[in-house]
């Protein structure tokens, strides 16, 4: 089976072809960044005309590199949701498209489920297991069970940890995306310098909250002699501010492995996924979370971590393998909850 994957929810424009064995025959990514950076974010608007005028030659490149033809496809997966809905809309009716001429089955991806997916792709997880979702718009902890069944175990109540990373930075005059350049930053910063909270630590559900570690940051800067920080200040709460999300996502992820135990027994693994599992100090602090709870710790290559087509297409392969495909009615979803998908009764 084969199976081309589009990606257009947020600010790449991403096309990949994949064959069911998780071989990867073409995977090509556009990032948007440099039309985004002079507004400090994504804006939705010029992210939906950039999808418009990049898909189709995207598309191209994606199956010439792959080496493959329309024919040779057996479905064309699209992310349907959540995300900007105008980006949304020119991936699935790309693949609506492709799929009508080709004559192939159409998949409407959950984006999410592309991110929480990914792990089965790149290191064979089987189901069930412990998923820590961090990007830019999302922060979940969720059990994955199946295809399609998830049972989430908390969120953040605020901002995600992605923005979190963006908005400090911004705050801090660092380049978007924040998370990088935050993290940059911090490899020659002292994390002890500066106190900041840990929001939601030792509480005995698995929400997360973050802007309050924003707004303490703020605080941080508005007190600093100048207004603004000098170089090694600005490393010093960055240092802080990762070592604090460090912290929080470590107990967030304690209570919740300790509820999946309960619920799957032991021996099972967690996985990280989303661009912030990009983050090296991160991957550091939750491999050590998941030795004390005798959990494997699973995270995908950085390029998978961050959006791509390759977990759109590989979601698309799982859920064809279920028979699970949509019609071409399927409407875009600018929010699409990952457990309220439907559960297939395979
Ligand atoms: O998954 P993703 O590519 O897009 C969304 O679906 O949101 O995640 C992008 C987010 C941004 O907020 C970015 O700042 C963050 O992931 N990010 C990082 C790192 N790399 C990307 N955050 C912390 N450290 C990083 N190295
Ligand atoms: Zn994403």
């Not at 490149?61 to 997966?77: H, I, P, R, W």
Request: net charge negative; hydrophobic share 40%; proline share 5%.
């Amino acid at each position: 089976m084969i199976v081309l994957g589009i990606e257009t929810s947020c600010d790449e424009t991403a096309a990949a072809v994949l064959k069911a064995d998780g071989t990867v025959l073409s995977n090509v990514v556009l990032s948007q960044l440099d039309e985004h950076r002079p507004y400090g974010g994504v804006v939705p608007e010029i992210a939906a005309r950039s999808h418009l005028d990049h898909i189709d030659d995207l598309v191209r490149q994606a199956m010439t590199d792959a080496g493959v033809s329309y024919d040779d496809l057996d479905a064309v997966a699209a992310t349907s949701g959540p995300g900007l809905i105008g980006g949304v809309i020119v991936g699935v009716m790309t693949a609506k498209a492709i799929a009508s001429a080709a004559g192939k089955p159409f998949v409407a991806v959950n984006h999410l489920e592309g991110h929480a997916l990914t792990a089965r792709l790149t290191e064979q997880v089987e189901f069930p297991y412990l998923l820590l979702l961090v990007s830019g718009g999302h922060c979940q902890l969720l059990s994955v069970e199946g295809v399609g069944r998830y049972t989430l175990y908390g969120r953040t109540v605020d901002d995600a940890v992605g923005e979190a990373f963006d908005k400090t930075a911004k705050m801090l005059g660092l380049p978007y995306p924040g998370g990088p350049n935050v993290e940059i930053a911090a490899r020659s910063g002292d994390a002890s310098r500066f106190k900041l909270p840990r929001p939601m630590v030792g509480r005995p559900d698995c929400d997360f909250s973050f802007s309050g570690l924003k707004t303490a940051v703020r605080q941080i800067i508005q007190k600093l002699p100048e207004g603004m920080p000098n170089e090694q200040e600005r490393a010093d709460i960055c240092a802080a501010f990762q070592e604090a999300v460090g912290d929080v996502l470590a107990d967030r992820c304690s209570r919740a492995m300790k509820r999946f135990a309960e619920e799957h027994g032991t021996g099972h693994t967690l996985v990280v996924g989303g661009g912030v599992a990009a983050n090296v100090h991160i991957r550091g602090v939750l491999t050590e979370t998941c030795k004390k709870a005798g959990m494997q710790f699973a995270a995908p290559p950085i390029n998978l971590c961050t959006d791509n087509a390759a977990m759109i297409a590989w979601a698309g392969l799982e859920r064809l393998r279920l028979g699970l495909t949509d019609t071409l009615e399927f409407a875009p979803r600018p929010r699409w909850p990952l457990d309220s998908m439907t559960i297939p009764s395979a």
